[in-house]
């Protein structure tokens, strides 16, 4: 794969690189001279698509000849219409594959000094694996040499894995969340309802190595701003780095990098005192994890991951823990105060999880369903914070 999380990052250098340093074909990369405009040459482009989907994922470029499977030099492709056809093109590969890569195929022209373009294909690993090609109804995978038809004894692997996948990743946040519960996370003496955002990509479950916690360290400088508590600089510790808030700071919330690439953002002082509340009790205000959530955390995230060159696409669940009993503070259509209660047996809620196919979304859109599951539970159909006021001085 290019080194570029950020798709249309990529430049004429970076191909240029790739001549360069004399960069190799591999599981997650491989190059393409010409573009594919007749059915045949598209079908044989969608085995491509199709194997990098069952497997890790990566880039096709099309526009560069490779020697032994080395990029050896760019040749510039020339549209009549640039953008209807990079839209037949995708729309071609998703129709020839099943079931269809309805997201995690992504085409980015790269603009050449001397006229033309070179087209990055990225594909990411699919959580929809294994995906056939209909023309020959053949599962293909990548390997090092690139692609193959899978036999039966990979098919069945195949499905296992794409199964495996997704109960990897709550099995993660199911586990993450209970060493929250124990205080066992880095910041032990957090107390009161706590709202926990997980972003996991793919490919920390699809891939086996680990970042260094030096990397980790760089890239996780941009969680410092994800909170209200503006936190110190990453801490190493066991799971790979932490941003916590300073000592004096009363908000008290962190952030945890793991090893594998997934955040961890932990929202907590989320009690608040209403003077309109006649019970002199104390509620949570979904607004204290919601708007910091969309302005910086989301964003925050984003900005890691692209540090950290990890491609889309990932997940993200929302979780809040809580004493039983607690209530949920907000304003009504009339302008009064309303506090209802969470219902007595919970402790602990979990939204469905979110499927991010890329990084580039609008944080509000991708985090309304989940923030919509809490007021669900008191009988609210949407968030009632008002994400287009100004925060109070």
């Not at 209403?274 to 994890?289: H, V």
């Amino acid at each position: 794969m290019i080194p570029h999380a950020r798709l249309d990052a990529v430049t004429e250098a970076d191909l240029q690189a790739l001549i360069d340093h004399g960069v190799r074909e591999s599981r997650t990369l491989d190059y393409k001279r010409d573009w594919p405009a007749d059915r045949d040459a598209r079908t044989e482009l969608a085995k491509d698509v199709c194997a990098f989907a069952n497997s890790l994922g990566g880039d096709l470029v099309l526009g560069m000849r490779e020697e032994g499977g080395a990029a050896a030099e760019i040749v510039p492709l020339q549209f009549a219409n640039l953008d209807a056809d990079l839209l037949a093109l995708t729309s071609a590969l998703r129709d020839l594959l099943e079931p269809r890569v309805s997201g995690g195929l992504h085409a980015h022209p790269v603009p050449l000094a001397n006229g033309g373009h070179v087209v990055v294909l990225r594909v990411a690993p699919s959580p929809a694996a294994p995906h056939r090609v209909t023309k020959d109804n053949h599962f293909y995978a990548r390997t090092s040499v690139g692609k193959e038809p899978m036999d039966i004894h990979g098919i069945r692997h195949a499905f296992a894995a794409g199964t495996a996948l997704g109960e990897h990743i709550r099995a993660f946040c199911a586990d993450a969340l209970g060493r929250i519960e124990r205080r066992e996370n880095p910041l032990p003496q957090l107390d009161g309802p706590l709202c926990v955002c997980h972003v996991v990509p793919v490919s920390a479950f699809s891939r086996q190595d680990a970042h260094g916690v030096d990397a980790l360290a760089v890239a996780g400088n941009a969680l410092r701003q994800a909170g209200d508590a503006h936190s110190l600089r990453p801490q190493v510790n066991l799971d790979g780095v932490a941003c916590l808030p300073h000592r004096e700071n009363p908000r008290r919330d962190y952030a945890q990098l793991y090893r594998n690439g997934a955040v961890e953002l932990v929202y907590g002082d989320l009690l608040f005192r209403s003077p309109a509340d006649d019970t002199n009790g104390e509620s949570l205000f979904p607004e204290l994890y919601e708007k910091p959530l969309v302005r910086r955390g989301v964003p925050a995230i984003v900005q890691t991951l692209a540090a950290l060159d990890v491609a889309p696409p990932a997940y993200l669940m929302l979780s809040w823990l809580f004493p039983p009993g607690t209530r949920i503070g907000y304003e009504t259509d009339q302008g009064r105060g309303a506090y209802p209660a969470l219902p007595a047996h919970l402790s602990q809620l979990t939204a469905p999880p979110v499927y991010l196919e890329d990084f580039g979304a609008d944080p509000l859109t991708v985090l309304r369903p989940a923030f919509d599951v809490l007021w669900n539970a008191v009988g609210v159909a949407h968030t009632r914070t008002d994400f287009a006021a100004a925060d109070p001085d």
